[in-house]
């Protein structure tokens, strides 16, 4: 008799839970913006540019006859973690860079970006930067503030970036060109 008591009062919680929860409606989510699961994409290609100094970093640079404009050489590694219906995309990023080889200067600086894209191929992204100066032999952080433009090309992909790195010393203001390939 107990059993028969305790599955009577299984099944009415169920039916009463079951009943409340169809009084809760979700909220319907559009469908360009829903996320749509892919597998992750992992592109990756060369990058070219210059980086200018400013502020305190300029002067210093200066005094050690060197320019306050140093080119840029690295690579890139995107994945590609979300993507919705639209086309927009949740990315993240890691950004190595060699700088300054005109001038006889090894800087090293990797940069870890969180980023979003729109369909139109308009990205953003924010994150922390690790550099180091054989130079001044000192290691140096910073946070990056990016923003560009994604274009196909055939089988790939043209990036042109614009990166501001707020540090000690003054902003330092990066330009970047480059292509991805999966």
Excluded: C, H
């Amino acid at each position: 008799m107990s059993r028969l008591i305790f599955a009577s009062v299984l099944a009415a919680l169920a039916m009463g839970s079951g009943a409340a929860s169809a009084q809760i409606a979700e909220p319907a989510i559009p469908d360009d913006q829903r996320v749509v699961r892919v597998p992750r994409q992992y592109l990756a290609g060369p990058r070219f540019g210059f980086t200018v100094f400013t502020g305190g970093v300029a002067e210093a640079r200066d005094q050690m006859d060197l320019e306050p404009i140093m080119s840029q050489f690295g690579w890139q590694w995107e994945t590609q973690l979300i993507s919705q219906n639209s086309g927009n995309q949740v990315l993240m990023e890691w950004v190595l860079l060699v700088g300054g080889v005109e001038q006889d200067e090894f800087n090293v600086s990797l940069g870890w970006l969180s980023g979003y894209r729109l369909a139109n191929g308009v990205e953003f992204g924010v994150g922390p930067n690790l550099s180091y100066s054989k130079d001044t032999q000192d290691t140096t952080t910073s946070m990056i503030l990016a923003i560009g433009a994604t274009a196909p090309f055939g089988d790939m992909y043209i990036p042109v970036n614009l990166a501001v790195s707020i540090a000690q010393g003054g902003p330092r203001l990066t330009v970047l060109v480059g292509w991805i390939v999966g």
